[in-house]
Structure formats: structure tokens, C-alpha cells
T-cell receptor, first 110, second 115 residues
Framework: SQQGEEDPQALSIQEGENATMNCSYK?????LQWYRQNSGRGLVHLIL?????REKHSGRLRVTLDTSKKSSSLLITASRAADTASYFC??????????FGQGTRLTINP | DTGVSQDPRHKITKRGQNVTFRCDPI?????LYWYRQTLGQGPEFLTY????????KSRLLSDRFSAERPKGSFSTLEIQRTEQGDSAMYLC?????????????FGDGTRLSIL
């Protein structure tokens, strides 16, 4: 079963604009992770935020986590055509499975 | 670090046939995971190995599915008597055994098509 729900399901913006994707989840977590998937490829890990953290940055990525609302957001600044992909949030509990949302399909228009 | 390798990349077979996929994780990773992903959906967890021990199986993994990791290195996922509903991308991932907060590294998957 899929725990996370991403919003929006699809997002199309112009190159150079910022893209924001949101994720909600249902149960308690140890961490929340964001992954990127290009068409026909595997998932690439982007960033991990622990349950006791509220914000994390990595290059053009900014992730926030609100455990009281069971939600997270991923911001990509100054988007590029190469950022076109599907983005998934996944919640982790312990060392075992990740539970993924359905993803946001991001399209960056040149 | 050569990444997670999966073979084959694509498999087309007739309904009722058996298929086997292979995953080679990153060499120093003790944890290995299998996921299934259908079109337009996120990956769904199938099973997890810590070294050679299979520690968790999803109820999605019916008795037609079996996974092994005999020496704690590579893993195989076998589907017997394939059905149309088995058509999906099968993804393998591995991670280091250094606490709870380790990212998983994914292979490019095996796309299975059942005719």
C-alpha cells in the first residue's frame, strides 16, 4: 500500500522557475526521503531528512518536514531542462522497506 | 562503486512461463531490497535481505514469487507461472548497514512484459 501522497500529480513550469512538490504521509516515520526517476530508469536518491529535522538543503534542493502535519515539501530552485523527471517521496521506518507515494511528474519547458 | 546492476533490462515472456531476474548490489552493501513498480505508480516493496537472511516479505509476494540471496551478495527474484498482472518494472536496491538512516541505491530495473 502507498503511504505517501504527492501533490500535484503533474507540474509543468518554465526553465528558471522554482518547482515545489508536496508529500503527505500517514504513520510515524524515522526519516523521509526524496527520489528522482527519469523515464525508464531506476530511482536516484536526492535527499534524506530525519524526523527530528525541519529543513535541509542540498544544492538547488530544499526539503522541509512537518511531523505534526505529517507533510514534507521539496523545492527545486532555478529549474533546468535536466530536472524533468518524476519525483517521489518515501518514508522509512528502520532499515527495511521504503513506502513510496505516487510521485509528481515534473516537466521543465525550455 | 559500480552501482546496482540488474539483468536482464527487459524480459518478454508468455503467460504461464517462469522468469528469473538477477540483482548485483553495491559490493559493500549488506542490505538488499526488491520493489515492483507499475506504470504511473511509485515502487511497492516486495522483500528485504540483510546479508543472506530474508527478513521481510510483503503480502504482494505470493507463493509464485521467490527471492534468494544465497551468499549474501547477488540476489535472484523468480516468478513462476507468470500472469498478466505480473507485468511491471522490478527494481532492486541496496544500502549500507550503518544505522537506520541510509539512502537506498537503485538499479535501472528489469521491465517484465507478459504476452
Amino acid at each position: 500500500s502507498q503511504q505517501g501522497e504527492e501533490d500535484p500529480q503533474a507540474l509543468s513550469i518554465q526553465e528558471g522557475e522554482n518547482a515545489t512538490m508536496n508529500c503527505s504521509y500517514k504513520t510515524s516515520i524515522n526519516n523521509l526521503q526524496w527520489y528522482r526517476q527519469n523515464s525508464g530508469r531506476g530511482l536516484v536518491h536526492l535527499i534524506l531528512i530525519r524526523s527530528n529535522e525541519r529543513e535541509k538543503h542540498s544544492g538547488r534542493l530544499r526539503v522541509t518536514l512537518d511531523t505534526s502535519k505529517k507533510s514534507s515539501s521539496l523545492l527545486i530552485t532555478a529549474s533546468r531542462a535536466a530536472d524533468t523527471a518524476s519525483y517521489f517521496c518515501a518514508t522509512g521506518r528502520g532499515a527495511q522497506k521504503l513506502v513510496f507515494g505516487q510521485g509528481t511528474r515534473l516537466t521543465i519547458n525550455p | 562503486d559500480t552501482g546496482v546492476s540488474q539483468d536482464p533490462r527487459h524480459k518478454i515472456t508468455k503467460r504461464g512461463q517462469n522468469v528469473t531476474f538477477r540483482c548485483d548490489p553495491i559490493s559493500e552493501h549488506n542490505r538488499l531490497y526488491w520493489y515492483r513498480q507499475t506504470l504511473g505508480q511509485g515502487p511497492e516493496f516486495l522483500t528485504y535481505f540483510q546479508n543472506e537472511a530474508q527478513l521481510e516479505k510483503s503480502r504482494l509476494l505470493s507463493d509464485r514469487f521467490s527471492a534468494e540471496r544465497p551468499k549474501g551478495s547477488f540476489s535472484t527474484l523468480e516468478i513462476q507461472r507468470t500472469e498478466q498482472g505480473d507485468s511491471a518494472m522490478y527494481l532492486c536496491a541496496s544500502s549500507a548497514d550503518r544505522g537506520w538512516d541510509q539512502p537506498q541505491h537503485f538499479g535501472d530495473g528489469t521491465r517484465l512484459s507478459i504476452l
